[in-house]
């Protein structure tokens, strides 16, 4: 468990970071809260020859309201998102998600953009970035671009973040009460089996679903969305609806859950996160 | 069992003399220095030019070694050398088991592999460097061409005739037989009314200790010794066993176990990586350590359980249970370590539980894989008995429509009728099972919870209740069964200022021996706590000792301390007579006092007569100097202590999760010298019982890949999946030896998931379900609730 050699680097501003990224290219990773990057070095799975840590730059740190959304800094804490009253009245999805993540100790160094970056198919903050059409503000060498949560999440453990950029913050929208996250969680690592975040719009009858853990990468239950868009929300047309929770994706098999029981748990755990959202108006 | 507790060695004014240190709950000693993170484990020692180690391990679960290639790595800076099979083999022994079983074959364990690799993790090459990181990068620097061969994996497949073969130079999977009589089973089985079937699997569990193994050899070229500090239960079992293996007499060896952070038997071995390290710090003439990664531990440190049995009982209309015959097949792994094909063995002689069975057959067949050895976890065997025993009661009642407490009453010895003797040839030494049945159901408030499963039911909830009763064999144990000595060996030595040290022999290794050895020692010396002091896991002070495993250490070494106080208070007497110019016969010894029967005034104490006994100046004639003595104590019997468990679970029907509503245990470990300590046995083994019960599988995939390598993919339970216990305890003192106890160690890992099995089998009844494996993972109760099978 001791990681191979390499060389550290700790910038002070994003732009000597973007530079040490544009000078070292594919030698470098990014290291943030270290809770991906760390144990995949210890056992050599990952062996940069240039660690950039980016744990010293302020300005990627702050939750504000900017412009009617809210703007979380990439290198927010799980914890800082667990704890924020703005977050708590305003988007109070991301707390309930951070507060599923792992332990205290996890939570207290794990990043909101760290995670995201990193796109562990079973990773908590997808389902919500998704469900919440989170906007991506990425730095790179020749400025700024915002990519939709839609387009962030490119495949399992890649994102729509190259090797010169570094996730900037995320915008997500000022929402009501009714959203839920509900986790089925790995009992050895903590990560999601399945974790359905939902954001229910009883005013336009509308809702919005999304599934980390079951596939590849997280998605969006469109046929789900679809068959409930103008509907009543009723416990029966959430449970008709839900049965296509699954639909359209290849679930993941491994020792812990087969893809016939993540297929069957994003049906369950769709219905609940739903009437769970659906019970908080 | 809510019990005041003290703080140790508190200045509280405690007259000297003071008694009843016996049977209080009180603080360890041992506590503060191990929650301040100032006590010493391997992993804390530095000595001066040390070395570090780490092995190269076969990543193929069966592999020729074509060629190693050493060069790169050992021109690396900082690496002194590198090491093969080729190297090292031919100038040590082969890693000992000390339980061999005929029967079959096993090949010669040698320390590193030659020529071959047996399983994942297997150590092929070990790298020594200044330091650890420079030996974990040379790892990378050493070429090894592997020829990769069918591995063998499943136990049942390879008994097969065309499966490829563990060790393809035996011609055999079979490691050894073994078979155990147990009475006429024909005739028990004629009796019958009806006989049930019944197939039972005991997953592969992995110990993960919280700290891993490792070592510090050091030689001592000057004295031609060597010391070695290793994290291990059984020091004194080093010693025996290692110095034939690196070619030195037995004299020149020290062996220390410091703190060890927890063994659960995976401890209880002697490793290749001690006897490679051990031959290096000769070889070399440098001190090296040794420090087991986590992924090395869950690959390379013993696994436990891993038992498939077939199982038939015959039994009458009433109930009563006459009889049961396994056969069973146990997955040795690729080599055997020290008690491998014993463990089995003990599932066969406790198959009868808490009953009066007229007959209990086993048959084992013990088989070689591709995989890690199993050898002792926590319970080691007795829990395979126990779950067997408790699921064919539920079993039983199920098939005869009886109540699953009356078929346990109907089948109990009664008090009257201890000792017991078992089908299975042992002798239950001492027993009360309905007092402790009863006391477990009282404290669950029986019939309420009956009512509650009722109300739960009407309302959908699938809601189980479960009964395990367990008996365990303790205190391991009489001589003549066992490899090299059952006894244990203590001293006590009266120093010259009249404080005392005791040494024992049964390393503890986080049981809390030096707060309850003190206990015992206090108590009977008539002196404060505060003036003992209890050494333990250093050959060079506690001269001999068969250390800790199996539940022995209260039992045998806190009879050895009694033993050797009860020479030293003997010898006291007569310097006391003499001085007190009287005789011995006249002498009493009450309260830490010595004197006159009826002339109390002129008592002495033990400060007066140990300066006396040490500066021999007004010895009598012919009495030697010092108050010291040391003892072996032989027990004449093991020890049997028992319980009852209770639980109630709901199970979560669309996701198949369980949930753990009520714990109660009571467990009757004879006297109880320290209640806290028995508690947090208690507590430690009911929580691991629950991982086995509800979590917990190793996994191989079909090519010998270790797919629970790592805390991220093997579940242990955590503080949030440990319901609030009621704990209780009856007492019935063991006859086996003087202070009564039995052992408490393992109890927790015995009773629990037996229990827990028929609670999560009781809700699932309205499904039809009559028996499921463990573990029972959401998806594995998922697919009972839909009928289906499978699952991990």
Not at chain 1, 265 to 272: D, E, H, I, P, S
Not at chain 2, 354 to 374: D, I, P
Not at chain 2, 641 to 665: M, S
Not at chain 2, 763 to 791: C, M, N, Y
Request: hydrophobic share 40%; glycine share 10%.
């Amino acid at each position: 468990m001791i990681p191979a050699a390499f060389d550290y680097a700790r910038p002070a501003t994003l732009d000597e970071a973007l530079a040490l990224l544009a000078k070292h290219g594919e030698d470098a990773k990014v290291l943030a809260g270290g809770h991906s990057l760390i144990p995949a070095m210890k056992l050599r799975l990952s062996q940069p020859k240039v660690v950039v840590d980016i744990g010293r730059i302020d300005e990627l740190r702050s939750i504000s309201k900017r412009d009617g959304k809210i703007a979380v800094g990439a290198l927010t804490t799980h914890y800082e998102i667990e704890s924020s009253d703005l977050l708590r009245l305003a988007c109070p999805l991301l707390p309930e998600v951070a507060g599923k993540i792992g332990d205290v100790q996890v939570r207290n160094k794990g990043t909101i953009g760290g995670s995201c970056v990193h796109a562990d198919p079973a990773g908590d903050w997808p389902a919500a970035m998704l469900a919440l059409d989170a906007e991506f503000v990425v730095a790179g060498p020749h400025g700024s671009r915002t990519v939709a949560a839609k387009d962030f999440f490119v495949d399992m453990l890649t994102s729509a973040i190259k090797p010169d950029e570094i996730l900037r913050l995320i915008y997500v929208p000022v929402t009501t009460k009714t959203t839920a996250y509900v986790k089925f969680a790995q009992k050895a690592s903590g990560f999601a089996i399945a974790g359905v975040a939902t954001v229910v719009d009883r005013a336009r009858k509308d809702v919005a679903i999304a599934l980390t853990g079951v596939a590849t990468k997280a998605y969006r239950a469109a046929d789900v969305e679809s068959s409930l868009r103008g509907s009543d929300l009723s416990a029966a047309a959430i449970a008709t609806a839900t049965q296509k929770a699954a639909n359209g994706v290849d679930p993941l098999s491994d020792i812990h859950a087969s893809a016939e029981f993540r297929a069957h748990l994003a049906r369950v755990l769709a219905k609940r996160a739903l009437e769970l959202a659906n019970s908080r108006g | 069992m809510s019990t005041a507790i003290e703080e140790p060695r508190k200045a509280e004014a405690r007259p000297e003399g003071s008694q009843g240190y016996f049977g209080r709950a009180m603080k360890r000693v041992e506590d503060p220095r191990l929650l301040k993170g100032i006590a010493t484990y391997v992993d804390d020692l530095k000595l001066p030019s040390m070395l570090h180690a780490e092995f190269l391990r076969s990543p193929h679960a069966h592999a020729k070694i074509q060629s190693i290639n050493t060069d790169r790595a050992k021109k690396l800076r900082g690496v002194v050398s590198v090491f093969t099979g080729a190297d090292v083999n031919g100038k040590l022994g082969t890693v000992p088991c000390a339980t061999p079983l005929p029967g079959g074959k096993s090949p010669d364990h040698k320390p590193l592999a030659d020529g071959r690799t047996y399983f994942v993790g297997h150590p092929v090459a070990v790298v020594v460097a200044e330091s650890r990181a420079i030996a974990r990068d040379a790892l990378d620097l050493i070429e090894v061409d592997y020829d990769p061969l069918p591995a063998v994996i499943d136990p049942e497949k390879a008994l097969e005739k065309d499966s490829p073969l563990t060790h393809p130079e035996l011609g055999t999977n079979v490691a050894f037989t073994w078979s155990l009589p147990g009475g006429d089973v024909e005739s028990a089985f004629k009796e019958a009314d009806k006989v049930l079937k019944v197939r039972m699997i005991h997953p592969r569990l992995t110990p993960m200790a919280l700290e891993p193994r490792g070592c510090v050899a050091s030689w001592h070229a000057g004295d031609s010794a060597l010391t070695l500090w290793t994290s291990t239960q059984i020091p004194h079992l080093v010693r025996t066993l290692l110095p034939g293996l690196i070619r030195i007499p037995e004299n020149k060896l020290r062996v220390v176990a410091p703190e060890v952070g927890g063994g659960f038997g995976s401890k209880l071995n002697l490793y290749a990586e001690e006897v490679v390290i051990s031959h290096l710090a000769i070889h070399l003439n440098r001190p090296i350590k040794w420090i087991e990664g986590r992924r090395e531990n869950a690959a390379a440190t013993i696994h436990g359980r891993d038992q498939i049995g077939d199982h038939e009982i015959a039994v009458r209309n009433d109930g009563t249970v006459l009889a049961i015959r396994c056969k069973a097949i146990a997955d040795v792994g690729s080599y055997r370590q020290l008690l491998t094909p014993a463990i089995p063995t003990l599932t066969g002689i406790m198959l009868c539980g808490c009953y009066k069975l007229k007959a209990a057959q086993m048959e084992v067949t013990g088989v070689h894989t591709n995989k890690m050895s199993t050898d002792a976890y926590r319970g080691a065997g007795r829990p395979e008995a126990a779950y067997i025993i408790e699921r064919v009661m539920d079993l039983v009642a199920n098939e005869l429509g009886l109540d699953p407490v009356q078929v346990r009453l109907r089948n109990m010895p009664e008090p009257t009728e201890f000792p017991f003797q078992t089908a299975t040839g042992l002798q239950y030494d001492s027993g009360n099972y309905q007092a402790a049945f009863d006391k477990a159901r009282q404290l669950a408030d029986w019939p309420k919870l009956l009512e509650e499963r009722d109300a739960a039911r009407k309302a959908g909830r699938l809601f189980g209740i479960g009964l395990s009763t367990y008996v365990e064999i303790c205190a391991l144990g009489p001589s003549k069964t066992m490899a090299a000595g059952g006894w244990e060996w203590g001293c006590v030595r009266m120093e010259i200022s009249g404080k005392v040290t005791v040494i024992t022999g049964a390393t503890p290794h986080g049981q809390g021996q030096e707060t309850s050895f003190a206990q015992i020692a206090a108590d009977r010396l008539g002196l404060p706590i505060e003036d003992i002091v209890v050494l333990r896991g250093d050959t060079a002070s506690a001269h001999f000792g068969r250390d800790t495993y199996g539940s022995r250490a209260t039992a045998l070494g806190g009879t050895a301390i009694v033993m050797s106080i009860d020479k030293i208070i003997e010898k006291a007497k007569t310097l006391a007579a003499a001085l007190l110019k009287s005789t011995p016969e006249k002498i009493e010894f009450k309260d830490g006092k010595f004197f006159v029967s009826g002339e109390g005034k002129n008592a002495l104490g033990w400060s007066q007569l140990a300066s006396e006994a040490y500066v021999a100046k007004n010895l009598p004639p012919g009495f030697e100097p010092g108050l010291e003595a040391s003892s072996f104590f032989e027990p004449p019997n093991c020890t049997f202590p028992f319980g009852t468990h209770v639980v109630a679970v709901e199970v979560d029907r669309d996701t198949g999760q369980v949930k753990i509503l009520k714990y109660i245990a009571v467990d009757d470990c004879g006297k109880q010298v320290n209640p806290l300590l028995v508690e947090g046995q208690v507590q430690g083994g009911i929580a691991q019982s629950i991982g086995a019960a509800l979590m917990e599988k190793t996994v191989y995939d079909e090519n010998g890949q270790l797919l629970t390598g790592e805390f991220m993919d093997y579940a242990i339970p955590r503080a949030t999946d440990i319901p609030d216990y009621v704990l209780g305890s009856t007492e019935t003192p063991s006859p086996s030896n003087p202070l009564g106890v039995k052992g408490v160690g393992e109890a927790g890992t015995i009773g629990a998931t037996p229990a827990i099995a028929n609670a999560v089998i009781d809700a699932l009844s309205p499904f039809g379900v009559r028996h499921l494996d463990l573990p029972f993972t959401p998806e594995r109760v998922w697919r009972a609730i839909q009928g289906k099978g499978g699952a991990l």
